[in-house]
């Protein structure tokens, strides 16, 4: 083993990260705060000091691991020195230098002031072991002494030579050989290392061409994805996307199935129900493997592209920087595998993300990266896979994750594309992408009008009187509330409502027709554009053009197709087209298709597909009406990736076409097995809510086929039922009837709608005072008007056991006028004045907390009843509590 070898393995992307998580930050530690005026002591700086410290003990012995796994991936027998590394890092606790003293040593005497504070360190190691030690000592001791002139002013200030001179070492990741490092002990009779082959280490010098890649591929990721199109910012004088870390409204994830047994005394308090939605990054926080599933439009691709900007800039947030930090993101979208060669090999990988730099990637860089843990794998959509080959991606999937143990995958699909625990038995953690709550969908809509405002001062008025009155729109209106549930169509429903000064269409069809004609007829107009080639096609010639391509790809089961089948297609159907056939030819037309309606986009050279899935769909099932080719809907409806399809067709089809649609639904179809058949019957009950004209006797017989299905037998199942939409509560058995099993099974299915109307029927289970019913109705709360719900749900609840989660404000200060509750979940962010001032003192005895808050937990002293403080396995253990409050970890 050449310790130079080793050493210029640990690249910056990784070490600098990793470095920054020994010391505390101002949050966490005000007094160890950036000091402008005086040098601070490093034994303050550190994050294992003091009774509870950030970093434990163990989170320091696996930082030093990652560090030594790094440099020397294949070698078993320097592991003890992962366990040397961490002591000699320990003595920077008790160290009496201070920061500025620090920066004047150069790196190497700094380590060897670290490894004098230790001197057992090495205790017990070969004398490979001892000259690997050094080789990643003196590497750290260049970024930290690098950090300490970051975080202080007062050093950068009074020792600038030092400081341009870190900078460099740190940048160019070499700096244990410009200082001169001890490493002179390396062992004569370690075997040289022969060459790059593919997931060896590469030699000295391709390894310090690695760090430069690295650092170039990082920037260039960023580049490529730090941007989101947020739907009508794309007006007059606007861009048509917007900075990813201005733009990006965190998301929410629920677990995937509870686990329920019967509740009992010293049982987790969340066992047998659905604990309320936290934010992404706090439900990902500590997974290696996790697959999420979310809804079309619910922002997947978004929370992909977030996590591996987050990555690549180092700036992720606390509960994802410990796992993630000096990661290799590889955001991989399943939709090019199926329209290139296949699933990609690692050396495929930044051709199938469409990366700039795809072609100079060094020969086994990327297996390299996986081999040594570095990686941070996002699979994007496995739905858009054909249904054949998704058992081959899972298969796929699962020999990556053997063969590279120590990466991160987070996978991504809509929900009924793929099995519950499709993945579990591989390791996966199962999340859902929680809909939109009343919180989330009106912090977006104030931050799609503060985007539009920065853009167009002149119409600051106006902008707030728009902002206000669709906030109240969404609020009151059944419809727009309903549509308002993910961040594809609210962003729609604020383009629709300033484009039309105020009005909203209602219902979906509406609501992507008026979408369309926003995107199609007034985007250029009211960009004021002049024309840029010699095409001007009218609106419907248009549509025409863009179902032929989505009707292409809807057939041949692509979410993208390949230029030069794109313009094929158009050249088929434009002598059809005669406003268009006249004025260009297809390839003219694509460019123009491309280029101006907003609704096309070139992912990679020679591919295009449409900006979003749901526009494709549409448009496809638009075209199927038009070209009354409904037996083809019939062939697939028991395909999951027609089911949008077929439900929107449903919308635009005449009344004898709906009742055409729906029988097919009920009848026997060939080739069809049992499973598959039901699915097929409870589309025609999802198809319902969809069909604005339909005979009664097509909806009773719908109605008689899927009542004996509305039974559900397991939690899946149960929820399942949701997507059906609010049709299904006229189905459901009375509750009145059900046994505690099935009332908690009708309880999930009901508060899986998100409409008011649920609360009429949830009525008939509030009185029940079986936990697991209590509890999932407790934790529907954020999905309906909190007044009505407070008054008709969360008032009857038998408190007994029982955590009533609260997320905002709202159903804080509901509850407080219901008199408090004893045992409380915060479920969402509070700060301790308002949970001081919302929570009603004299019952709360026990008090769990979804969230770090990030502060000292003194406050907990205004609530003189409280015994229990439960706080996530997750989550730091807090500081400050109160004495005579038992603190318990879930």
């Given at each position: ?9 640990l690249v910056p992307g990784l070490v600098g990260p990793l470095v920054r998580t020994l010391f505390v930050s101002a949050e966490e530690d005000p007094a160890a705060g950036v000091a402008d005026d005086r040098p601070v002591p490093v034994a303050r700086l550190v994050a294992f000091r003091g009774e509870k410290p950030a970093l434990t003990e163990e989170g320091l012995e696996r930082l030093a691991g990652r560090l030594v796994a790094t440099a020397a991936p294949d070698e078993g027998a320097f592991r003890p020195v992962a366990g040397a590394l961490a002591r000699t890092l320990g003595a920077l606790a008790t160290t009496e230098l201070d920061d ?712 804080l200060h509901a509850l407080r006028r219901l008199g408090g509750r004893p045992h409380l979940q915060i479920a969402g962010r509070f700060t301790p004045d308002q949970l001081i001032e919302g929570i009603v003192a004299e019952p709360l005895t026990r008090l769990w907390l979804s969230y770090d808050l990030g502060v000292p937990m003194d406050w907990l002293a205004a609530f003189p009843r409280l015994e229990t403080l439960l706080i996530g396995s997750r989550l730091p253990r807090p500081a400050g509590i109160p004495e005579g409050i038992e603190v318990v970890e879930l």
């Amino acid at each position: 083993m050449d310790p130079t070898t080793a050493a210029a393995r640990l690249v910056p992307g990784l070490v600098g990260p990793l470095v920054r998580t020994l010391f505390v930050s101002a949050e966490e530690d005000p007094a160890a705060g950036v000091a402008d005026d005086r040098p601070v002591p490093v034994a303050r700086l550190v994050a294992f000091r003091g009774e509870k410290p950030a970093l434990t003990e163990e989170g320091l012995e696996r930082l030093a691991g990652r560090l030594v796994a790094t440099a020397a991936p294949d070698e078993g027998a320097f592991r003890p020195v992962a366990g040397a590394l961490a002591r000699t890092l320990g003595a920077l606790a008790t160290t009496e230098l201070d920061d500025w003293q620090a920066v004047r040593l150069r790196p190497a005497d700094f380590a060897q002031r670290m490894r004098a504070a230790a001197p057992d360190a090495e205790h017990g190691l070969t004398a490979g072991g001892r000259a690997l030690h050094r080789a990643v000592l003196d590497v750290v001791a260049v970024h930290i002494l690098r950090f300490f002139t970051l975080r202080s002013d007062f050093v950068a200030r009074t020792l600038p030579e030092e400081t341009r001179r870190l900078a460099d070492l740190a940048a160019g990741g070499d700096g244990t050989a410009a200082d001169g490092p001890a490493t002179a002990g390396a062992v004569p009779d370690e075997p040289a290392t022969d060459g790059p082959a593919t997931g060896a280490a590469p030699p000295y010098d391709a390894a310090a061409a690695e760090a430069a890649f690295e650092a170039r591929y990082a920037r260039d990721l960023t580049v490529l994805h730090d941007h989101l199109t947020i739907f009508g910012i794309d007006l007059a004088h606007s861009p048509d996307s917007w900075p990813l870390d201005a733009a990006y409204l965190g998301l929410q994830c629920e677990r995937g199935e509870p686990e329920r047994s019967g509740p009992a005394a010293g049982e987790r308090p969340d066992a047998g129900r659905q604990a309320p939605p936290v934010p992404a990054e706090q439900a990902l926080a500590g997974l290696d493997k996790a697959l999420v599933r979310g809804v079309a439009g619910s922002g997947k691709t978004t929370l992909l592209q977030w996590l591996a900007v987050a990555t690549a800039r180092d700036e992720l947030p606390s509960a994802l920087s410990g796992e993630l930090s000096g990661r290799v993101p590889f955001l991989l979208p399943v939709r090019r595998f199926a329209s290139h060669s296949g699933i990609p090999t690692p050396d495929g990988f930044l051709a199938a993300m469409a990366h700039p730099a795809a072609d100079a990637q060094p020969p086994g860089w990327a297996e390299r990266v996986l081999r040594a843990g570095r990686g941070l794998l996002l699979v994007d959509g496995v739905d858009e896979a054909p249904e054949d080959d998704r058992e081959v991606l899972r298969t796929r999937l699962r020999e990556w994750a053997d063969r590279y143990p120590g990466n991160v995958w987070v996978v991504t699909s809509r929900p009924s594309a793929v099995p519950e625990d499709w993945l579990s038995a591989d390791g996966f953690t199962e999340l859902r992408l929680a809909p939109m709550s009343r919180e989330d969908v009106a912090a977006f809509i104030q931050r799609w009008h503060r985007a539009a405002a920065q853009q167009s001062p002149a119409d600051l008025d106006r902008l707030g009187h728009y902002e206000r009155t669709l906030l109240n729109a969404v609020r009151i209106t059944r419809d727009l509330g309903r549509l308002a549930t993910n961040p594809l169509m609210c962003g729609l429903l604020c383009a629709l409502h300033r484009d039309r000064r105020g009005y909203l269409p209602h219902g979906r069809k509406e609501l992507y027709d008026a979408g369309l004609s926003m995107l199609l007829e007034r985007r250029d107009r009211e960009r004021a554009m002049v024309a840029t080639d010699a095409i001007d096609l009218p609106r419907q010639p248009k549509i025409q053009l863009l179902q032929r391509l989505a009707h292409w790809m809807l057939v041949n089961g692509r979410s993208e197709m390949d230029r030069d089948v794109a313009v094929g297609t158009l050249a088929r159907h434009l002598p059809a087209i005669p406003d268009a056939a006249r004025q260009g030819d297809a390839e003219d037309v694509y460019r123009h298709l491309l280029n101006r309606t907003g609704l096309l986009r070139e992912t990679t050279p020679g591919t295009v597909d449409f900006v979003h899935r749901t526009f494709q769909d549409y448009l496809a099932a638009r075209a199927t009406v038009q070209q009354h080719d409904f037996p083809l809907l019939l062939d697939h409806a028991h395909h999951t990736e027609w089911e949008d399809v077929i439900r929107m067709a449903v919308a635009l089809a005449r009344p004898d076409e709906c009742a055409q649609v729906l029988n097919g639904l009920l009848a026997p179809h060939p080739g069809v097995k049992a499973a598959e058949a039901r699915h097929r019957k409870l589309l025609a009950a999802a198809c319902l809510e969809h069909a604005t004209e339909l005979d009664p006797e097509v909806r009773a017989r719908v109605q008689r086929f899927t009542r004996d299905m509305m039974r559900p037998t397991t939690p899946a199942a149960a929820r399942a039922l949701g997507w059906i939409g609010p049709i299904v509560l006229e189905m459901l058995p009375d509750p009145a009837t059900a046994d505690n099993n099935e009332a908690y099974l009708l309880a999930l299915t009901a508060t899986s709608i998100g409409d008011d109307m649920a609360i009429d029927y949830l009525t008939g289970l509030r009185e029940r005072p079986h936990l697991d019913v209590r509890a999932q109705l407790a934790s529907a709360w954020r999905k309906y008007d909190t007044e009505r719900y407070a008054r008709e749900i969360i008032a009857h609840l038998d408190d007994a056991e029982l955590y009533f989660p609260v997320s905002d404000l709202e159903e804080l200060h509901a509850l407080r006028r219901l008199g408090g509750r004893p045992h409380l979940q915060i479920a969402g962010r509070f700060t301790p004045d308002q949970l001081i001032e919302g929570i009603v003192a004299e019952p709360l005895t026990r008090l769990w907390l979804s969230y770090d808050l990030g502060v000292p937990m003194d406050w907990l002293a205004a609530f003189p009843r409280l015994e229990t403080l439960l706080i996530g396995s997750r989550l730091p253990r807090p500081a400050g509590i109160p004495e005579g409050i038992e603190v318990v970890e879930l």
